[in-house]
Every structure is written in C-alpha cells, then in structure tokens.
C-alpha cells in the first residue's frame, strides 16, 4: 500500500479505527519505548524517523516484503558516510521502505532477502553514533521520495502525557516580546512568531521529543497549522511538508524553540490561541488577548 494511500486509510481510521490494523503494519519491537519523535531537533537537520529502547530485544519488519540493502560496519574499505551503523533497509508493497538502524554487532540474520514480520531481523544495539542502545525507524515512500512519521502507519499506543509549551515570543529586529508576562500594547505590523515546546516522555533521556500538530488561531481564524509527518528534500535542503515552507534551519531556533514564521498583527485586540498536540492526541492549549497599537 503506497503511502497516498495510507493517508487515506488514515482519514477513515478516524471513523472507524480498528481498520488501522488492516494497513498490515506493526511495531519492529515487543516492547514499544517511544525515545525520539519524527523531525526532532538532531544539532543541523531533522531526525528522519523514530528512536526506540527497551534495551537489546529484537528488531522485526514492520511487514512483510524483502531486503533490498543492509550494511555492516566492519565490512572492509567501507565508503559509507553515515552514522547509522549497523543497518538494514525494506521494501515493502507499494514501494514503501523501511529502515533500522544502529543494530547490535553481527546480529544481523539476512540469510533470506524475504521478510517474515514473525522472524527479526537483528538485535538492538548501539552501533554508529549512538548515544545508548536504541532503534533508529524510518519510513520511505519510494515514490514521492519523501519520508514519513512512522506514527502514521503504526498501530496507536496509549500515551496520556501533554506536550509542554514553555512560552510563546514575538520576536522583530532585536526585540522579543514573550506573551508570557507581557501586558503592555504591541506594536502592529509583522512579528515572527517563536514557540518554546517539546513532548516530554519519561523514556526520553538525551532529546526532547517534537510533538506532531501546531494551530495558530488570531481571532478564532486559523493562521498557522503545521504538522510533524513529512519530510521532503529539495535542492540539498530538507523541509517539514505541509508546513509554512519551514527548513531545519529556518524552523529550529535551538533544540526546544521554534520559528513558525512571521504574522501580522492589525491595531486593535487581538486573541491568539496556540494548540501544540502529540500523535495520541493530547494538547496544550495557550490563550491571550494583547492589545495592538
């Protein structure tokens, strides 16, 4: 099934959700410790998929299909630039691609290119640059090219834990305004709009966690609406899909703090409500009326 199509499944999971396990997609691991969300902060470019703990258990295909690439790190006269370590890549009906990485030292067991989603693949482990023992998930459409928030097509897990949004900035020239404690006038006109935000999760030791949905609204009109579920590569750079045209570089301010880019601010009251949720659908809500002059 193509990733289009998965979209689609995905709206009329909303009505009727047990057809997600339909998709015929499961979790690479038994025990499911979610450690790093899609499109996180990573110092200079987006994390491309998931990260999973748990410690060294074993790693299944999310489904069925075959190997089509795997790579070890002790292989001779490796010329491989990457960080992933060990790993392996699947392809799966649709052209849907799968990829883990940093698996433990000669656990990798690819001695038939088809894949069994009851039979692993390897074990977890800790190879390339890792900070502990984890698994790196990412998932490819082939088609498009772009990559894809694993949550998408997994089977939902129960999470009750609300992102944090730890202050709301307007920010022109050198100044910053944080609508925080701020209770004088704002000047009108273009301000670029600055959210401190992260999903804490308590398996999370090393990253905060990106949530997965952003909306803006300035008067009860929707301004801003981002999401966390695609990447795309355009010209040696990647940006967040379905975004206002964000960047890493233009959306990361530091590991916590985001630009979602500028809005415009008209004489007068203005309310602004922000709404920052996870993938199970927890939110955070922040309100304020500023007065504009």
């Known amino acids: 099934?193509?990733?289009?199509?998965?979209?689609?499944?995905?709206?009329?999971?909303?009505?009727?959700?047990?057809?997600?396990?339909?998709?015929?997609?499961?979790?690479?691991?038994?025990?499911?410790?979610?450690?790093?969300?899609?499109?996180?902060?990573?110092?200079?470019?987006?994390?491309?998929?998931?990260?999973?703990?748990?410690?060294?258990?074993?790693?299944?295909?999310?489904?069925?299909?075959?190997?089509?690439?795997?790579?070890?790190?002790?292989?001779?006269?490796?010329?491989?630039?990457?960080?992933?370590?060990?790993?392996?890549?699947?392809?799966?009906?649709?052209?849907?691609?799968?990829?883990?990485?940093?698996?433990?030292?000669?656990?990798?067991?690819?001695?038939?290119?088809?894949?069994?989603?009851?039979?692993?693949?390897?074990?977890?482990?800790?190879?390339?640059?890792?900070?502990?023992?984890?698994?790196?998930?990412?998932?490819?459409?082939?088609?498009?090219d772009n990559i894809v928030n694993p949550l998408l097509i997994l089977p939902p897990q129960i999470d009750t834990t609300r992102p944090s949004i730890g202050g709301v900035f307007l920010a022109r020239g050198k100044g910053t305004v944080d609508l925080d404690t701020w209770n004088r006038p704002i000047l009108a006109g273009r301000w670029d709009l600055r959210l401190e935000l992260y999903d804490q999760s308590e398996h999370s030791y090393y990253w905060p966690m990106a949530p997965f949905r952003v909306t803006v609204y300035m008067n009860g009109s929707e301004t801003v609406y981002m999401t966390y579920e695609f990447i795309s590569y355009k010209e040696g750079t990647h940006y967040l899909v379905d975004t206002p045209g964000l960047s890493h570089e233009s959306m990361y301010i530091s590991e916590t703090r985001i630009s979602l880019g500028e809005i415009n601010l008209n004489p007068g009251e203005t309310r602004v409500e922000i709404v920052v949720a996870d993938y199970f659908g927890n939110e955070t809500i922040f309100q304020k009326a500023v007065t504009v002059k």
């Open 1 to 144: 099934m193509g990733v289009h199509r998965i979209i689609s499944a995905i709206i009329l999971i909303a009505v009727f959700p047990g057809l997600l396990f339909a998709l015929e997609y499961q979790w690479p691991v038994k025990k499911v410790l979610l450690t790093g969300t899609f499109a996180e902060d990573r110092g200079d470019h987006f994390h491309s998929g998931i990260d999973l703990g748990g410690g060294e258990q074993d790693i299944y295909p999310v489904s069925s299909g075959e190997v089509v690439y795997f790579f070890e790190e002790s292989t001779p006269a490796s010329v491989i630039p990457s960080g992933m370590g060990n790993f392996i890549v699947a392809e799966h009906a649709g052209g849907v691609r799968s990829l883990y990485a940093h698996l433990q030292e000669d656990s990798l067991d690819i001695r038939d290119s088809r894949l069994d989603p009851s039979v692993p693949l390897g074990i977890m482990g800790e190879s390339g640059s890792s900070l502990g023992v984890h698994l790196h998930l990412s998932i490819i459409d082939s088609d498009t």
